[in-house]
Every structure is written in structure tokens, then in C-alpha cells.
């Protein structure tokens, strides 16, 4: 059992509250998973349109590590500037206008202790062992701007209780995914996947849907049917938040036995496993409220 919970902001105006609104709905799902918790949060980069002018890396170091050395380091690597953003003794966003092989290659030669979280022009992501209250004060969270984000509260079933093992997973640029169930044929998929050169860095049985998720949409596909891709493919009991820097979709399996609920207004789009996390969002109560039906895909975009 785990708890989801995502906004997409309509109205500009509600950005500068997306942190602190994204973390009252994930402490709200504590009792659905409290082991460990992670926060995906979308906001347009200073003088951008949304591309930046760099990809931001979401890093984190389980031993601590010197965040403006390994900046440095980096730099000297790739030849390009890399600005430092201190999250935390254990994380930091890194931008770098560097390639995106360039720099993943950097970071293993320097800080092979290091592991990427997420990235992308607009994504930052943190994630962390412990209960989204005290996760989302540690990185403060509540301050954060942006417009449109997602959350995410585990209850490990299927793999152990680690900042590696949580979500959300983000395999490509600007793409996250938040799961709440399990699969029953992942090892299958990840086989597969596998032998085509995709490989996962956990055994946890989301990121295997988030990696086919991103091969799809590598080889051409859009995201509602890369979800289609999972509907077809990937047999259990599961609901679906995925985001990328334009998109918000939601989607259940044919039996849609794991809770969800959405609350639409003018001014944004929400989800959660349960309305508890919905109910104190400004607003809530003339929204357009309703259940997910089965191997139906919710898509809205920017």
C-alpha cells in the first residue's frame, strides 16, 4: 500500500504555493507509506520559456559528498560550467549545459558513489528513507515554486526500504512516474528490456514500468501511448501518475482495485490515492471530482 498524490497548476498565480500545497497532500497520505517518500516539482527555469538553458541534475550521495568540488570536477570533465544548488549534506542540483552522456559520464568518473535521481530542464526531484513530513521539511519542500509536481509515499511490498528504491523514477529527461500496486510480470519485462540494452538499477518492480515507459517514448511514441504500452504489457494491480515538463496523466489497470481520485477546477488538476489529500486544496469544494475508470487514460497538458 502506498500513497500518490499530484498537482498540475492552471492558474500562474498558484505557482509560488505548489510546494507548500504538494506537501500537505503527501503528509495527508503518511499512513498509506510511511518508509520512505519523494517529490517530483516542475518550474521554468529563471529567463526560460521551460527549456533552460541547461539540464538540471537532481544528485544524491549516501556518504556525503563536497557538492562545489564535484561541481568543479564536472566542469574541468566537460568543459562547460556547472552551477550548485545545495539541497542538503546528501543533495544537490547541478546545471550544466554539457550533453547528457557527457555529464552522466562525468559524474561516474568523478563521484561513482554518487546516484542521479532524476533530470531535466524543468524537473528537480528529491527523495528520501523516512516520513514525507519530515522529508519535505528537510529539503523545504514548502517553499519550492513550480507548476506542476508530483509525490509519492511507499509502503514496501515487493523490494527493501532505500532511497534507491523509491519513487518517484524519473529514466528520462523531465519524465517521473508514482506507483501505487505491484506488477506480477516485471521480472519478465526487465528481461526483455535488458536484452535490448535498457537496463534498471534496482529490483523494484516500478521502475521496470517507468524504463518501458521512456523506451517507448525514446523510439517515437507520445506518453498516452506509452501508457498504452503498459496497459497491454505489464499484467497487475496498479494506478499510474506519470508527468514530464508539458504532461499529467493518470491511468488504472483493467480492475482498478487501488484507490484514486481526481479534483479538477480552472485553476489546476489533482490527484490522490484518497480525498483526505485532496480536501484542504483552495477551491476543492466546486471542483469537478471523480474516480478513474479502468484502463482509462487521464492526459492534461501545458
Same mark, same amino acid.
Given at each position: 500500500m502506498c500513497g500518490i498524490v499530484g498537482l498540475h497548476l492552471k492558474d500562474p498565480d498558484l505557482q509560488p504555493r505548489l510546494g507548500e500545497l504538494l506537501s500537505v497532500m503527501l503528509e495527508a497520505m503518511t499512513t498509506r507509506g510511511p518508509d520512505s517518500a519523494g517529490i517530483a516539482v516542475y518550474a521554468?527555469?529563471?529567463?526560460?520559456?521551460?527549456?533552460?538553458?541547461?539540464?538540471?541534475?537532481s544528485l544524491r550521495s549516501e556518504t556525503g559528498t563536497d557538492w562545489d568540488l564535484l561541481g568543479k570536477a564536472i566542469a574541468a570533465?566537460?568543459?562547460?560550467?556547472?552551477?550548485v544548488r545545495r539541497l542538503g549534506r546528501d543533495s544537490a542540483v547541478l546545471e550544466s549545459g554539457a550533453s547528457e552522456a557527457l555529464f552522466l559520464?562525468?559524474?561516474r568518473r568523478a563521484a561513482p558513489d554518487? #546516484? /542521479?535521481?532524476g533530470y531535466g530542464h524543468s524537473m528537480v526531484l528529491v527523495k528520501d528513507v523516512g516520513a514525507p513530513a519530515d522529508i519535505c521539511a528537510r529539503y523545504g519542500i514548502p517553499g519550492w515554486s513550480g507548476y506542476q509536481g508530483s509525490g509519492h509515499t511507499r509502503m514496501a511490498t515487493e523490494s527493501a526500504v532505500t532511497t534507491a528504491h523509491s519513487h518517484p523514477f524519473a529514466p528520462a529527461a523531465d519524465l517521473a512516474l508514482v506507483h501505487n500496486g505491484s506488477f506480477s510480470n516485471y521480472a519478465?519485462?526487465?528481461g526483455r528490456l535488458a536484452r535490448a540494452g535498457v537496463y534498471c538499477e534496482t529490483d523494484n518492480d516500478s521502475e521496470v514500468a517507468a524504463r518501458l515507459i521512456a523506451t517507448r517514448m525514446a523510439e517515437g511514441d507520445g506518453l498516452e501511448d506509452a501508457?498504452? #504500452? /503498459?496497459?497491454?504489457?505489464?499484467?497487475?494491480?496498479?494506478?499510474?501518475l506519470v508527468t514530464t515538463r508539458t504532461q499529467f496523466a493518470?491511468?488504472?489497470d483493467s480492475f482498478a482495485c487501488k484507490p484514486a481520485v481526481i479534483a479538477e477546477t480552472g485553476d489546476y488538476v489533482a490527484m490522490a490515492s484518497e480525498y483526505q489529500a485532496l480536501a484542504g486544496l483552495p477551491g476543492v469544494a466546486g471542483a469537478e471530482v471523480f474516480e478513474p475508470s479502468p484502463e482509462e487514460i487521464h492526459l492534461w497538458s501545458r
Open positions: 521554468d527555469q529563471a529567463g526560460s520559456s521551460g527549456t533552460g538553458p541547461g539540464l538540471q541534475y570533465d566537460t568543459d562547460c560550467e556547472v552551477r559520464a562525468a559524474v554518487v #546516484t /542521479v535521481a519478465t519485462i526487465r501508457l498504452r #504500452t /503498459v496497459l497491454k504489457e505489464m499484467d497487475g494491480f496498479f494506478t499510474l493518470v491511468v488504472r
